[in-house]
């Protein structure tokens, strides 16, 4: 079958046979209207609107509803008015969803903040307690060092003096202990899952 553009006229006998229940006979139809029903849509959505989703909804209301249509009337008008029905229809369902989200976004967004809030002190502790654990496995030399930087607030360059080691090395040194107590908080976690 060739599927070049039809004239209106050309269309009678693909609208009888898709209402026969011909479904093949409808995609005639469909290449014939789809380009001028999508601009239409196009051209009368508000910004949101998935036009593609609109068009395809008429065309589908249109096939199921052949029996309503009378033969040799205007199909571009019935079907555009499908069309204008199919977009109200979506901007009515547009506007309940924003209203809603109006009414109750800010108490949603709230208990969520107020749970996540919730949730992130528990996190926190739990953390703060693993990394009290994880400090205590390490050794003296160790520790000594994560109390002058974070207790002490010591400058690198006052470690370095005092421990007898380079700036790059106290460095090193630091990162690598972070590290480690990053990994043994992670690991924590992970058999505390486990357990449960």
């Known amino acids: 079958m060739s599927f070049k553009k039809l004239e209106d006229d050309e269309l009678a006998p693909f609208l009888e046979k898709a209402r026969m229940g011909d479904p093949a006979a409808f995609e005639p139809i469909v290449r014939r209207y789809e380009k001028p029903l999508r601009a239409w849509v196009a051209g009368h959505a508000p910004p ?4 593609d989703e609109i068009s395809q909804r008429a065309f589908i209301a249109a096939y199921t509803r052949l029996s309503d249509f009378i033969a040799g009337s205007n199909f571009a008008a019935w079907l555009f008015t499908i069309a204008r029905f199919q977009l109200k229809t979506e ?3 547009m506007r309940r969803l924003a209203d809603y989200h109006n009414r109750f976004a800010p108490d949603l967004l709230q208990q969520s903040l107020d749970m996540d809030t919730y949730r992130s002190c528990d996190l926190w502790e739990q953390r703060l307690a693993y990394l ?5 496995q390490l050794g003296a030399a160790s520790t000594q060092f994560l109390t002058w930087r974070y207790h002490d607030q010591i400058s690198i360059e006052e470690m370095a003096s005092a421990s007898g080691r380079s700036p790059g090395a106290v460095k090193k040194q630091l990162w690598a202990l ?6 043994c ?8 899952e486990s357990e449960s």
């Open 48 to 51: 949101g609107v998935d036009v």
């Open 132 to 136: 009290q654990d994880c400090i205590q």
């Open 178 to 183: 972070r590290q480690k107590l990053h990994r």
């Open 185 to 192: 908080i992670e690991l924590r976690f992970a058999q505390e």
């Open 91 to 93: 901007i009515t369902r």
